[in-house]
């Protein structure tokens, strides 16, 4: 066409409608392995390490479920400009979310185990990440 705006097969008008990727999965996953290394981390080590562990899987997972239910829940028909800003926001609000966390944990939880509580923010950060690697690779 001679503006450049060319449909292709599938283009309803620049909108977006296809089925959101199973992200809830990622969630239900990290909360499958945070109720069974809540028992180890209480088990080897003391009471402090393990709710420590527990806050921090939750400053990751929290924000993470937010981010989902933001970007893949309710709306499904949007415009591709919409889409993105609403993408940006909900990444820039998970961040926060995430720093609001953590100052949380470290400020109203008395006794904290630091190590215990970016332990367990790491284990939940990584399953996120494999959780997300393997949507792509799905091809959603």
Do not use: C, E
Not at 10 to 23: A, F
Not at 60 to 84: C, D, K, N
Request: no cysteine; glycine share 8%.
């Amino acid at each position: 066409m001679a503006d450049g705006k060319q449909k292709s097969a599938g283009d309803n008008g620049n909108r977006v409608r296809l089925r959101p990727p199973p992200v809830h999965n990622i969630t239900l996953t990290q909360l499958a392995v945070l109720l069974p290394s809540f028992a180890v981390v209480a088990w080897l080590f003391d009471r402090t390490s393990a709710v420590s562990f527990a806050a921090g899987a939750a400053v990751s997972i929290l924000p993470q479920a937010w981010f989902a239910v933001l970007v893949f829940g309710f709306r499904q028909r949007r415009s591709l400009l919409r889409a993105a800003r609403g993408a940006y926001a909900a990444h820039a609000g998970k961040f926060l979310l995430s720093a609001a966390g953590f100052a949380l944990v470290f400020a109203l939880l008395r006794p904290v185990s630091a190590p215990a509580v970016f332990a367990g923010f790491g284990i939940m950060w990584t399953l996120q990440t494999v959780g997300s690697a393997r949507l792509l690779r799905a091809g959603y």
